[in-house]
């Protein structure tokens, strides 16, 4: 089978190949990916190339697929999963093996035959093996894609804990019913976290969230107005708190003076975690779900408040099985909706650039049809393209109807009409 595939040949060298593909074992499984959506992950592995800790040292001489955050379909089964899974299956990947023989080992970084920015891939058995291969029955491909940045704001909320005064045993979760902040928290994980927090069974009583950014702060708002959040029994505030002198000081205002049990940091920048340090309450848990591209990204932190206050923090990369099966059923429900947090849409020659330009790319989530050809395009701009492009035209019309968010009906036509790459 001959796949065309972002491979990462070292830092900064991503290139789209085109190579062939093993036969499958008796172990493995072949399969046409269909959607893949970018992750700042991505971004950050092809930075630091092999420095990187799940991208193999020998990347030069044995280049890997990126892409984690993607579904397909299965075109072949080895004989030895053929109980499980059959050709025609739908798929979503768990990319975090937790392999105790490679721990840091995951398809979009570490192998030579699976990643997402790929048409066709060989799944290893050790995808298997971990459960981490899932049956999707959505509709939609990108929600299957869209699963895994899901999980890890999933397993965000489940990796907190907290502990009754006299008490040694840890409670696993946010507090239901308390403080939380979603700090620099309107970017695509952000609105995810969002829309998760207010419409999950187990939500805070109040949710600030903070940015500097007052276009993405409406935006989000208009998403996910506090009044919606009202009629699910958490207040809801947005704050822009690009120009104010003391934000701890407004933030712990906003909370009453009694500080924030659940705080989470969605940018890798020191000052915006002292803000999280600053307004933790007692027995406050800070979540660092940002994760840096500085290896040496270091700030101030109170230990006086870690010593009598019992703050703590904790960070988590990634979700596991479980919050990928919980964000799945979710999506499916109808109890949360992750398309807001696409702004463009684009074919997989557009991938290497948008990759390596993630950070320079306004807007959320990149979402990446392997099987098409088409440069990264932003949905607002669908409108003006349509002007001389019968596709982007009919697009237009299909986003608007939905809120001008991505749609199931938006990739179906996408996929149908879309010069084949």
Known sequence: MITKAVRLHGKEDLRLDTFELPPITENEILAKVMSDSICMSSYKAAMQGPDHKRVPKDVAENPVIIGHEFCGEIIEVGSRWAGQFKAGDRFAIQPA?????????????????????????????????????????????????????ISC????????????????????????????????????????????AIHNPRRPGLLVVTDIDETRLARAAALYPPEEAARNGVKLIYANTKDIADVPALLLEMAGGKGY????????????????????GYDGCLNFFAGPTNPALTAA?????????????????GGTTDDLIEALDLMAGGTINPSAMITHVGGLDSAVQATLNLPKIPGGKKLIYTHISMPLTAIADFRQLGAEDEIFRNLADIVEKNNNLWCAEAERYLLAHARAI
């Not at 009754?164 to 902040?181: D, E, F, L, Q, T």
């Not at 932190?301 to 990369?317: A, C, I, K, L």
């Open 153 to 196: 704001i999933v397993g965000g909320f489940h990796v907190n804990y907290h502990s009754n005064p006299g008490s040694y045993v840890h409670h696993n979760g946010i507090v239901a019913g308390g403080n939380m902040a979603l700090l620099a928290g309107v970017g695509p994980m952000g609105l995810g976290a969002i829309d998760y």
């Open 261 to 280: 049990d659940d705080v989470y940091v969605y940018a890798p920048v020191p000052a915006v975690i002292e803000q999280a340090d600053k307004i933790l």
């Open 301 to 317: 932190f109170n230990f006086y408040n870690v010593h009598y206050n019992n703050t703590h923090v904790v960070g988590n990369s």
């Open 97 to 149: 093996l937790s392999d105790p023989s490679n721990i840091y080992a995951a398809p979009g970084y570490s192998f030579h035959h699976i990643g997402g920015a790929a048409t066709y891939v060989v799944i290893p058995s050790v995808v298997m093996e971990r459960g981490c291969l899932l049956h999707y029955r959505g509709e939609a491909f990108y929600f299957g894609s869209l699963a895994e940045p």
